[in-house]
DNA sequence: CACCTATAGTTAGCCTCCTAATCACCTGGA
DNA sequence: TCCAGGTGATTAGGAGGCTAACTATAGGTG
């Protein structure tokens, strides 16, 4: 009856989930209500794994998908280009690249087009740490779906997909 | 060729999964690396929703999430063992209960067993709170994962708890 | 031309989370 | 009995995220 805890991670349980819709006597759907909770607490998981992964190479995850997404676009983009293709907010992306440039890992030009703008630049140094991280990081996010198979994970693409897209539920008004 | 980028969004495409591979000459699976990349991005994505989220009703999702767990468990717990059950450390549960105790939904009373120790108690007002909010709360989370058939969230439980557990390839030394 | 609004970037203040250090108290062994 | 080491909780300091407010420039319109 009382199934282990899983005590540490937090992982939520089906009979959890009954308790809380039974006290207010809600007819929601347990296992729906489970798999939510359980989506919420793989996400702040892996959330944290994913900083002490970055870590290793002195880096944040927000830092190292900033300086990703600048390789991936020829070593240079504005600050709110940035911000929306890595999804945060322009305040978030100036403290990630004051961190990165205080590291040497970037560097802010001004724009030639835009009086306004910025841009920043990966630098040879940035560039570098990329290249050395390289091997490991990738063996290492292989690893972490090695537990599935080829088919499972185009299936688990898709349903997580779907689950994206059920998020907007969680915000609209 | 060139899929939609998913502006705004952050979710990452195979075609950058390749090419950052092959720029180093990697023979990682790209689709491996995808899975990683596309949890990681819904990981975050479903943390700020899930903030948003709570926000409606005055807490955050670690507030909520301590709030739950006294309820379930008669109300009272010290604060080490929540710390355990949430997969926080202590500190954060200093910082947790010192909010919700400014709001009155949770009081600090000292444990009669270890006179080190506290044990934190859910206020009328905190019970209230949870009772409150539980009709929207649980039925946006069922509306998140409406676009899943049962049999499908069924099936995503278990790839989702397989990779949970791959997680740890990203903090193993 | 002058103004008005929109946009780029930064700053300030808040929240959550972490680690490390500190203090108080418990407990077991010499 | 008393002391050493372990454990409970807090504090201090850091990071990343957010919103809101501010500055400066761009650009369209009267």
Redesign the interface.
Known sequence: MAQQ?E?????PTLD?AR???S??G?S??P?????????????????Q??E??FARFGLS?GRY?LL?EL??HGGEKPPSQLA?????SRATVTGLVDGLERDGLVARRPSTEDGRGNVVVLTPRGAQRL?DM??EH???????????S?E??????D?????????????DD
Request: positive net charge; aromatic residues 4%.
């Open positions: 805890h005590a540490g991670t937090g992982a959890q308790r809380q819709l006290r207010y809600l929601a759907d296992q729906a209500v489970l798999v939510a909770a359980r989506l919420m607490a793989a996400g702040s998981r892996l959330g794994a994913g002490a992964h995850t998908r990703a390789e991936d929306s293709a890595l999804g945060v290249r390289a091997p990738f063996q290492r996010m292989q690893a972490m779906v090695g537990g599935l080829v499972e994970r185009t299936l688990f693409l349903l997580l997909a779907r689950l994206v897209e059920g998020m907007s539920a969680l915000t």
